[in-house]
């Protein structure tokens, strides 16, 4: 619709609809009754984009276009011809640091700011529905799009995703969670099934979902392009409406990611409100026709048109519009100075200092040699479908600059990236580039050498092949730590990269992720110590590709990926397998040094209460980021050695105490239960360990917590040890079972034998049905079917 779009004749003729009386009256009826009014037709068009980025109005009844657009760290209005394809060319928009490194912040209260700030640019520029946040778990490193993604672990991305959403939204534009459920590759993203058990796919893949969706109330979410265990996640009716809506109770609309619907009439059915973008024309007709001949039942259509309607509604509504007038939000802009400053500090709290021997922080004094085009060329977000056209761009040189003493400073560029002038490129030589890097060292105190993954190597839409640095760069580190061992490195790269020689020969390595466009500055921040650095892994770098989980089953082949790795992704696997790694999740260093006493965890009705005395022990303000992992080694089922429950990102000025209380609820002590199909809390000796990352664990308490009951009916399926361990059933079987259970070793042979093979042996003198049929009655008893 006009109102919402600042420029219709950009965006393509014909899609003014509905004055603004007919608007108001539309937003004066509910969205059910608006509905009602609608012709088949009608109701199948609204259900379907108009074009790439607007969904349909209806003028006679008022119902205008809205605009969606991408997302997540920033706004992608896309100018022109508004299809997919001119991915560069949006309005300018602030370029926050992408989910890489929002992820490392481990910050709630920060990200929700992001998401106020987001949601201002987005009001700004008539957006109704922000593409994002996306909160899929990274299972592989190689993931081309972990940059998008917030963690491996999903206590992580749900925190975390909530938080960006309700900013977000609090600014009245709404966010579209994605990608639902399990898109944790690009190869093959829009045919693969991904193949995942029960357990792993409630307990890591949907989990961050299902918190977000409780939590924070999304307005939409997107369906992701793969299928789910054979099914296509924009046709999966288990997904989109029993779990989804039935048991987490979404309220919002379901939209499929671009060009992820393959039948959209299974798709209505299913629970997909909006297939994205426009079919022109073509499936609203198959939804017609599915009508018409009954396949559909008209209700389905009713409900997603109904949620559609809802949508456009609440987006209409974020200007107080409720009577009508302009929805426009005419010449509101937002500050983009003070966007571009939240963009810097938000990144500088991204930045994880993997190690130091004590060279950072720089003083201004100290002679730097700058080494690598990163710092003045930055690589601050991935490509895709994300990349924000930013208001300005910081280079970590001219930050460095900022900070340091006149004339401290050189640069040389050591090799050359893919962006640049290819007249400048060709002007010297690799060799060349090396020496006159090699020669910067040499003359200065501190080389700070900037390697990272040119963005050709990640992308959406494409896997990586490795986690190794580009060799050159590699190389060109041996050669300057030969000239000056005084080595720090500063990483850009959206997946993580094997460290090996980064590590053996410098002595500090920051990982600078992508930063977003004031990530040079930010960095600059941190090199210097005008900022602490306080950002934690929320993934684990593990010493080598082969090491980690999902290694024999990335990405899968002829259209399945198994998940064959179960719960056990990120550092549940290396913790479990007891494998060494190179950071593990949740560590990140800092210039001061914190110490944790005095945990005290107290089991209540809801969870867990803990808390712990958190002590700033240097001599400089600083932030620890403090994590309560629970574990349950008596478990009945598989489980991982920690799970994060809870975290908090605390400020401690220099010398200061403060006691950290946090809470792990206890939901998130459940387990998913198989059998009962439901979430459990199994009863045993919990241990409660609280430190500053998952393998650096400062205190550790056990406490009994109480199970929840779970009550299963016995049958003659039921195993011989089942059936004894219940009192009253063991009597019913007992008679003709004696021989056997007088002896202990027979016992043990065939105790988890079911209970109907046994008593149908020879000389058990019962018959087997009948005592099948006291089980039954003693079920009934118990109110068990
Ligand atoms: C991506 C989504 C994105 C959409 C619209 C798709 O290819 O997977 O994340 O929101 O395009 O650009």
Not at 83 to 111: K, Y
Not at 214 to 225: G, I
Not at 701 to 715: K, Q, R
Request: negative net charge; aromatic residues 6%.
């Amino acid at each position: 619709m006009t109102d919402l779009q600042p420029d219709a004749t950009e965006n393509g003729p014909g899609r003014t609809t509905g004055g603004a009386p007919g608007v108001a009256a539309m937003l004066a009826l509910l969205p059910e009754e608006v509905v009602a009014g609608l012709t088949l037709e009608e109701k199948a068009s609204l259900t379907s984009g108009s074009s790439f980025w607007f969904t349909q109005g209806v003028s006679r009844a008022g119902i205008p276009e809205v605009l969606l657009t991408d997302g997540p760290h920033g706004v992608r209005k896309q100018r022109g011809g508004a299809d997919h394809v001119g991915l560069a060319d949006s309005v300018p928009a602030t370029c926050f640091p992408p989910a890489v490194a929002l992820g490392s912040t481990f910050d709630p209260d920060l990200l929700e700011r992001v998401g106020v700030a987001l949601g201002e640019e987005a009001a700004a520029e008539g957006v109704g529905v922000l593409l994002g946040p996306g909160i899929n778990i990274k299972r592989s490193p190689l993931c081309g799009r972990n940059f998008e993604y917030l963690s491996e672990d999903p206590f992580v991305s749900g925190v975390l995703g909530a938080a960006l959403v309700r900013g977000l939204q609090s600014q009245g534009v709404g966010a579209s969670l994605k990608h639902f459920a399990a898109n944790n590759q690009e190869a093959d993203r829009m045919r693969v099934s991904a193949d995942v058990d029960e357990r792993p796919l409630r307990e890591i893949y949907l989990r961050g979902f299902q918190r977000v969706v409780t939590e924070a109330e999304p307005w939409t979410l997107m369906c992701s392009y793969n299928k789910i265990n054979g099914t296509y996640a924009s046709q999966n009716r288990w997904l989109l409406t029993d779990v989804l809506r039935g048991e987490w109770g979404f309220t919002g609309l379901v939209m499929s990611d671009w060009g992820a619907v393959d039948d959209r009439v299974a798709g209505v059915a299913a629970g997909l409100d909006l297939e994205m973008p426009s079919s022109e024309g073509r499936t609203d007709a198959e939804v017609v026709a599915a009508v018409r001949d009954g396949s559909l039942a008209e209700a389905a259509l009713d409900l997603a048109a109904t949620r559609v309607v809802d949508l456009v509604q609440k987006a209409l509504r974020r200007d107080g519009h409720d009577s009508g007038g302009s929805h426009r939000v005419e010449g509101a802009g937002y500050d983009v100075d003070a966007h571009h400053a939240l963009a810097r500090e938000v990144a500088a709290r991204s930045v994880v200092l993997l190690e130091n021997d004590g060279i950072l922080p720089l003083a201004p004094t100290t002679r730097v040699a700058v080494i690598g085009a990163f710092a003045a060329q930055p690589r601050y977000q991935g490509a895709g479908s994300s990349l924000i056209n930013p208001t300005r761009l910081d280079t970590a040189l001219d930050g460095m600059r900022e900070h340091a003493a006149e004339g401290t400073v050189t640069y040389a560029a050591g090799f050359v990236l893919g962006d640049t002038d290819p007249a400048a490129a060709a002007a010297q030589t690799g060799e060349e580039l090396v020496r006159e890097a090699v020669a910067a060292a040499a003359a200065s105190d501190v080389a700070v050498l900037f390697l990272g993954l040119p963005a050709e190597l990640e992308s959406e839409g494409f896997d990586r092949a490795d986690i190794e640095l580009p060799a050159e760069q590699v190389a060109l580190l041996g050669a300057v730590a030969d000239a000056n061992p005084r080595v720090v490195v500063v990483l850009s790269n959206g997946g993580v990269v094997r460290l090996g020689e980064v590590a053996d020969r410098s002595a500090a390595v920051v990982e600078g992720w992508l930063l977003g466009q004031a990530g040079g500055t930010a960095v600059a921040d941190v090199l210097y110590g005008a900022v602490n650095p306080s950002g934690r892994l929320a993934e684990t770098i593990p010493h080598r590709l082969q090491d980690s989980p999902a290694y024999l089953d990335f990405p899968g082949e002829r259209g399945h990926v198994r998940y064959g790795e179960g719960l056990f992704v990120g550092y549940r696997w290396y913790d479990a397998r007891d494998l060494d790694v190179a950071h593990p999740f949740g560590h990140g260093l800092s210039y001061t040094t914190f110490e944790h006493s005095g945990l005290s965890v107290t089991p209540d009705a809801e969870g867990l209460a803990v808390s712990v005395t958190v002590t700033n022990t240097g001599e400089r303000d600083g932030r620890e980021v403090v994590q309560v992992y629970t574990g349950l080694a008596s478990s009945d089922v598989a489980r991982p050695p920690r799970e994060l429950k809870a975290f908090g990102s605390v400020a401690l000025a220099a010398g200061e105490s403060r006691v950290v209380e946090l809470r792990v609820s206890r939901a998130d002590l459940a387990c998913w239960d198989i059998r009962a199909g439901a979430w459990v809390v199994e009863g045993g000796s919990y241990a409660v360990e609280v430190g500053a990352s998952s393998r650096d664990i400062r205190g550790s308490e056990t406490v009994a917590v109480v199970g929840d009951e779970v009550a299963m009916p016995l049958t003659l399926e039921s195993s011989l040890d089942e059936v004894m361990a219940d009192p009253e059933a063991a009597q019913l079987v007992r008679e003709g079972l004696s021989r056997f259970l007088d002896d202990p070793d027979m016992v043990k042979l065939i105790g988890s034998a079911p209970v109907g093979r046994i008593l149908g042996f020879p000389g058990t003198g019962v018959v087997p049905a009948e005592v099948g049929a006291r089980l039954e009655r003693l079920n009934a008893e118990r109110g068990l079917t």
